[in-house]
């Protein structure tokens, strides 16, 4: 399957500075990327479709100027949060995905802390 | 909106028995596609099985089976002979086969296998 990499692994910040996430597909030109988001103890909700070359889908109830998503090339998607507060802390995913058998490659994950 | 639930917040077996994780799910679509993932302590998604909803036939991987019953939209996944390797939260996931393929996840149950 494909290979998924995520940067960074672990970030913290204060409250208030913006912090971008990139995504990468390794070994697959990914036209569709998708970012989620993971409480502790919850499971992944999904916060937005990436689709290169063209403005990101976002679910009901995130807002897109907080959470800037920008995919510029078949291998690259960035998550960017735009003045982080602390109630962002969370693990961000990302995941390409899915081809013909809808299976989607998921990155390692980010975990944003925000002091 | 498709909806998925996981009734089993946690479950926890001796090594090598059966053990049986349970999920429901709601769809209006006719066809679509099922999944469970593995999400081990390092937090990094891996594909346990997949199902596509026309085929009657259940999906099995090694010592993965599932229990697809289209019908009553139940899609459980059994696992034999445990390993302590198989510990981690296990996500069901619904993926609708026409226009976005983005997955809808259950809340996850935690799978322990002790010694």
């Known amino acids: 399957g494909a290979v998924v990499s995520q940067h960074p692994s672990r970030v913290i910040c204060k409250s208030g500075t913006s912090v971008k996430i990139e995504c990468r597909s390794l070994?697959?030109?990914?036209?569709?990327m998708f970012w989620y988001r993971q409480f502790p103890k919850q499971s992944l909700m999904l916060m937005a479709t990436?689709?290169?070359?063209?403005?990101?889908?976002?679910e009901q109830g995130v807002e897109k100027d907080k959470f800037l998503i920008n995919h510029a090339s078949l291998t690259l998607s960035t998550l960017t949060v735009t003045s982080a507060h602390p109630e962002d802390s969370s693990f961000y995913i990302c995941s390409e995905g899915g081809g013909a058998s809808h299976e989607q490659f998921f990155g390692p994950g980010t975990r944003l802390t925000v002091l | 909106a498709q909806t998925v639930t996981q009734s089993q917040p946690e479950m926890s077996v001796q090594e090598a028995e059966t053990v049986t994780l349970s999920c429901t799910y709601d769809?209006?679509?006719?066809?679509?596609?099922l999944f469970w993932y593995k999400q081990p302590p390092s937090r990094q998604m891996i594909l346990v099985i997949r199902?596509?909803?026309?085929?009657?036939q259940n999906a099995t991987e090694n010592r993965f089976s599932v229990n697809f019953q289209k019908a009553a939209k139940s899609f459980s996944l059994k696992i034999s002979d445990s390993q302590l390797g198989d510990t981690a939260m296990y996500f069901c996931?619904?993926?609708?086969?026409?226009?976005?393929?983005?997955?809808?996840f259950g809340q996850g149950t935690r799978l322990t296998i002790n010694p």
């Open positions: 996931a619904f993926s609708q086969i026409q226009g976005a393929q983005k997955l809808v």
């Open positions: 769809t209006s679509e006719n066809n679509y596609y």
């Open positions: 199902q596509e909803a026309y085929k009657q």
């Open positions: 990436s689709n290169e070359g063209s403005k990101a889908t976002y």
């Open positions: 070994d697959f030109q990914a036209t569709t």
